[in-house]
């Protein structure tokens, strides 16, 4: 099947641009580094999950949901964008939410209230899928029909949003008239980055695929990459295969743990912004940007490669995390 066949609504602002970050690569003296402005979605201030939202919201109305329920860490990038596309699409929408670091109402999670999300609170993590299963039951008592949207919106349909993405940056590539040697992500659930890898096959794009992990060890957050890449091969019956040695992940950037904040992201966070006036997050981006930071002092790319940062979003949390930047 191809790929543009598949039920869509459009939610995010495209193309997003893409700007070279000529300061910050004359700075570190390395390769030319770039920045896709996925953090310019349009989408109650935007971010990566509009793009699997897309294609998330035609499934959950094409299946006659009136809510939708997903879930995740109290400053959750995704459940705000979620709740954001349900109210841009009429749909009521329940968040599950764990408490954790940085649950002050400020944030994403002011944005979820303001966007007229019902807020469920658990106490940790491991909590949160029986919270939502409850949620689901409870709706259907009273009268609705829900749709939960995975975690992160990352499974093979939500990482369609990613897959054209690539094609997007193929196109804009012509354009500019640089072609990138690599692209650099931060990963988490696996659905951007499974995404990316799918369409790294699907329109035959050459250059490396980096996730950079906000938390999980290499091996299982590679898995879950792999897991969503092949979920999505065989949503468009593409006969495909993807072998372990196709999924670059860097796991020793997250420190101490999922958001967690360290140094390293707070001087890239700050980097970033005084030399290219660009905010990062202090979960995801923040994170990969260091990485980056390193990759390139180590020499990992040479001076004349073009290397992609796609910064995917996740500003509102930096006003949950302030007291890490004063
Ligand atoms: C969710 C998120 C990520 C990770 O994306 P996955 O598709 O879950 O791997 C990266 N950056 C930001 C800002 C996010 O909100």
């Known amino acids: 099947m191809n790929i543009d066949k598949l039920p ?64 995740g860490g109290s400053q959750s990038n995704h459940c705000r964008q979620t709740a954001a596309a349900a109210a841009k699409v009429g749909l009521d929408c329940t968040l599950v939410l764990n408490r954790g ?23 940790d993590s491991t909590q949160r899928g029986s919270a939502v299963a409850e949620t689901a039951e409870r709706l259907q008592r009273e009268g609705r029909t829900s749709y ?40 988490g659930s696996g659905g951007t980055q499974g995404g990316l890898v799918f369409g790294k096959k699907l329109f035959d794009f050459p250059a ?49 743990g999922y958001g967690i904040p360290n140094e390293a992201m707070v001087s890239a966070v700050k980097r970033v912004a005084r030399t290219e006036g660009i905010l990062l997050d202090p979960v995801y981006s923040g994170k990969a940007m260091a990485g980056l930071i390193d990759l390139v002092g180590k020499g ?14 996740g500003t509102p949390a930096l006003f949950a995390y302030a007291a890490s930047f004063r």
């Open 8 to 71: 869509r609504i459009e939610l995010a602002h495209l193309p997003t641009p893409i700007e070279a970050m000529e300061t910050l690569s004359a700075e570190l003296g390395g390769a030319h580094l770039f920045v896709k402005r996925d953090d310019c979605t349009g989408l109650a201030t935007g971010g990566n999950k509009t793009r699997k939202l897309e294609y998330l919201l035609a499934d959950a109305k094409e299946k006659g949901a009136d809510t939708l329920i997903t879930e």
């Open 101 to 123: 670091f940085a649950d002050e109402e400020t944030g994403n999670l002011l944005l979820d209230r303001m966007l007229g999300a019902e807020v469920v609170f658990v106490d």
């Open 148 to 187: 939960v949207v995975p975690t992160g919106g990352s499974n093979g349909l939500g990482a369609m949003g990613y897959a054209i993405a690539l094609r997007e940056i193929q196109s804009q590539e012509k354009a500019l008239g640089v072609k990138f040697d690599a692209v650099v992500v931060a990963s």
């Open 208 to 256: 490396e695929i980096i996730g950079i992990s906000d938390g999980e060890p290499r091996d299982e957050l590679s898995k879950q990459v792999l897991r969503v890449a092949r979920e999505a091969a065989r949503l468009l019956n593409e006969p495909m295969t993807f072998a372990p040695t196709e999924v670059t992940v860097f796991d020793e950037y997250y420190g101490e």
């Open 300 to 313: 990992h790319f040479n001076s004349a490669q073009n290397v992609l940062f796609i910064h995917t979003g």
